[in-house]
């Protein structure tokens, strides 16, 4: 049974970091590409950003480049979420993805197979 597990959310002010984790089990994701998305209250699950296991190759967002960054352990099966610079506006509950797909496809809620039970961040002015 595949799991995505996501931890590390919290309330923290704006300015500050926080660090996501999702650890991945039930199956192998070595080929697949393991993405970040976020939703906030009343608007549609977004893009954060995403990384390919296999080779690392890692893919943002625009409104989280320079700031956030995705990273994988492969001993550990898990893919980090660094946050940094925070804003109110990245408030959201967080979730974690794979999709065995194209990198043409990652922007693309619908091209990923699982998803975690998601973890929330608020920002405080």
């Known amino acids: 049974q595949v799991q995505l597990v996501e931890s590390g959310g919290g309330l923290v002010r704006a300015g500050g970091s926080l660090r996501l984790s999702c650890a991945a089990s039930?199956?192998?994701?070595?080929?697949?590409?393991m993405g970040w998305f976020r939703q906030a209250p009343g608007k549609e699950r977004k893009f954060v950003a995403a990384?390919?296991?296999?080779?690392?190759?890692?893919y943002y967002g625009d409104s989280v480049k320079g700031r956030f960054t995705i990273s994988r352990d492969n001993a550990k099966n898990t893919v980090y979420l660094q946050m940094n610079s925070l804003k109110p506006d990245d408030t959201a509950v967080y979730y974690c993805?794979?999709?065995?797909?194209?990198?043409?496809?990652?922007?693309?809620?619908?091209?990923?197979?699982?998803w975690g039970q998601g973890t929330q961040v608020t920002v405080s002015s």
């Open positions: 993805a794979a999709t065995p797909r194209s990198s043409l496809q990652l922007r693309d809620r619908s091209a990923y197979d699982y």
């Open positions: 990384i390919r296991w296999s080779s690392g190759n890692t």
């Open positions: 039930g199956r192998t994701f070595s080929s697949y590409y």
